[in-house]
């Protein structure tokens, strides 16, 4: 890959919702400045772009790693910070800090910079999450979560990627996404998010979208 991959930094307008408010549809709730880092890759035209969302431990040096691979590949990476904004550096002791749909909702406003972006693909850009960021990458493809916090009207992630997935909550409605395709990469031997839920999310979205497995 000739050239130099271009960062832009994005102030982010968002709001802490808590879970039972975005579990109620609400969009009202405190106001929240996060910041996110979009890496262009060098080239021409409009590129896909992959919002990635970090897991409990914030973002690291292996969100740093796929942002890199992702790049190489001619594809933008948009790394959006969830943690900092709100005074956070881990949940990993205590996840009530902030539930992952929260993370869903940050993730529906950065994808709202990159739809009008004049390098960036609006019909090509998706999400991917780590453990606390997956819930939000994989729940955002529910219709009914789409439907309140998209940043326009008909707006959607064109893929949905989890890593190790916690799959362990059922939600009214979640076999109801938006069609586009979901990836799960989870291990078996995995003592902290159990794949088994993750099988079981798969069962009841076949059909309806291209649930897969590795």
Known sequence: MRGQVRPEIYPIETVTLGTEQILSGKTNGQQTWLAGELRIPPGNGRLPAVVLVHGSDGLNLSVERWAQELNGISVAAFLLDSFSGRGITSTVNDQSKLHGL????????ALGILIRHPRIAANRIGIM????GAIAAVYSSN??????YAPVNGARFAAHIGL???CNATYHDDDKVTGAPIRLFHGTAD???AIGPCHNQKKRKDGRAAVQFP
């Open 129 to 132: 999450g780590f453990s606390k």
């Open 102 to 109: 929260t993370l869903m909702v940050d993730a529906y406003k």
């Open 143 to 148: 219709e009914r979560f789409r439907k309140v």
């Open 164 to 166: 190790y997935t916690n």
């Open 191 to 193: 003592d902290w998010t």
